[in-house]
């Protein structure tokens, strides 16, 4: 089981928590700078999938012996833990699918059997390849029109266009709740408000957001929403689908197998209800109780607290390196969180992190899946650096010196 936890300031050094972090690389303590795309994980989370897989791993649902038992219960207790942690209504709308990609493809996929020629979708400029793909393959098979919400110049959604946009036709809005590219935070409440005025679904992806401030899909009112384990300080090949009960309940199964039968004959099969539904097969046992000893973690933490830090380290990672001459910074949407891309006047953006990762400092670089948004730039790439609960001053100070260190190697 996950240690228990007292409630932990930022101030206390939380990278202490995160095993990985006290690694040197190239012979410099490690400034993680990638979780974004994929968090570190805590001793807590660590032991907990070691516990389970040294003490009682069995598989769930389906035996009556201990084993079986107690894995099934911390596989539940996991749910449960989703499920208020993201506020649902019930643990029923909680859905585990594999990452956050294979929810969206599963809701493109069973939602997408009612949608015909004409039909429309809107995504948005801001969107990750993974929720843009899967909706285009409904306008490949279908007909399917898909209608892009542009960004204004200060890269924030254009909520006017949008509004053009929404007529009868709109079936479902698909967008990010924040960028993955700028940190851009959308008012996702509002667009749900005027989607659902014309009967259009509305999935949110959370990916980001859920990482950096509270989330309360009631309140948003959303009929899906995706997120994911592994940016959450939690294991990879794990994902969450939220769907509102009546919404999941109107949807056909996405795959067959086990698990998500009530009867099957080679005449008649019927299928269990949500959640199980959409469960086919032997889960990810493991992770999913991994991303429960997550939750566990940040449940532990004064997370308005670790919010509040992130957001002085932007702001003062983002002033430095506006100061820095020839250093282009293209997060700049008003509402915005724990991100920054930039670039460095004629020097290649695999060079910027290369140089940087020779100082201890893990960045990302290329176009990180969403280069519709890279076209709006006028860029085939970026430098992002992005920040987690785990992240200091300090931190934001190495890669300001760090930005420096490589204007003057290539001038």
């Given amino acids: 089981m996950a240690r228990a936890l007292n409630v932990i300031k930022p101030s206390d050094n939380l990278k202490q928590d995160f095993p990985a972090l006290a690694r040197l690389v190239n012979g410099k303590p490690v400034i993680y700078l990638d979780s974004a795309a994929s968090a570190q994980k805590p001793q807590c989370v660590i032991d907990t999938m070691t516990n389970v897989m040294s003490e009682h791993y069995a598989n769930v649902h ?23 942690f993201i506020k649902a209504k019930t643990d029923r709308e909680i859905v585990f699918t594999r990452n956050a990609t294979e929810a969206v493809n599963l809701v493109a996929h069973c939602f997408g059997q009612s949608l015909k020629a004409g039909d429309e979708i809107i995504l948005t400029e801001l969107e990750h390849h993974a929720n843009i793909v899967p909706w285009y393959f409904l306008k490949e098979q279908k007909g399917v029109v898909l209608k892009i919400v542009p960004i204004k110049p200060d890269r924030s959604l254009d909520m006017a266009a949008f509004e053009k946009l929404l007529g009868p036709k709109t079936k479902l809005v698909a967008v990010t709740q924040m960028s ?12 749900v408000k005027k989607a659902h005025a014309v009967g259009a679904k509305v999935l949110v992806d959370g990916s980001q957001s859920i990482v950096h401030f509270d989330v309360d899909v009631q309140a948003i009112g959303c009929d899906f929403f995706v997120f994911t384990g592994h940016k959450l300080y939690g294991p990879s090949g794990i994902g969450v689908l939220y769907g509102r009960y009546d919404a999941l309940n109107a949807l056909p199964p996405y795959q067959g197998g086990g698990e998500m039968i009530e009867l099957v004959t080679f005449d008649k099969i019927t299928y269990k209800e949500p959640p199980i539904r959409f469960e086919a097969g032997t889960p990810a046992i493991v992770e999913v109780i991994g991303l429960g000893a997550a939750i566990d973690y940040l449940n532990g933490l004064d997370r308005a607290a670790c919010h509040a830090q992130e957001k002085k380290i932007l702001q003062e990672a983002e002033k430095r390196l506006a100061a820095i001459p020839g250093v282009t910074i293209y997060s700049t949407a008003p509402e915005r969180a724990s991100i920054i891309s930039f670039a460095v006047d004629k020097i290649h953006p695999h060079d910027v992190a290369t140089v940087l990762d020779q100082l201890g400092i893990a960045v990302r670089t290329g176009h990180h899946c969403a280069q519709p948004l890279m076209k709006v730039l006028g860029v085939t790439g970026t430098v992002r650096a992005s920040f987690a609960l785990y992240n200091t001053m300090e931190d934001a100070e190495k890669l300001i010196e760090g930005v420096q260190k490589v204007k003057k190697l290539f001038s």
């Fill in 62 to 84: 389906r035996g009556v012996y201990t084993f079986s038992s107690e894995t099934s219960i911390a596989f539940e207790d996991a749910r449960k833990k989703v499920a208020q």
């Fill in 180 to 191: 993955n590219v700028l940190g851009t935070v959308v008012d996702v409440a509002d667009i």
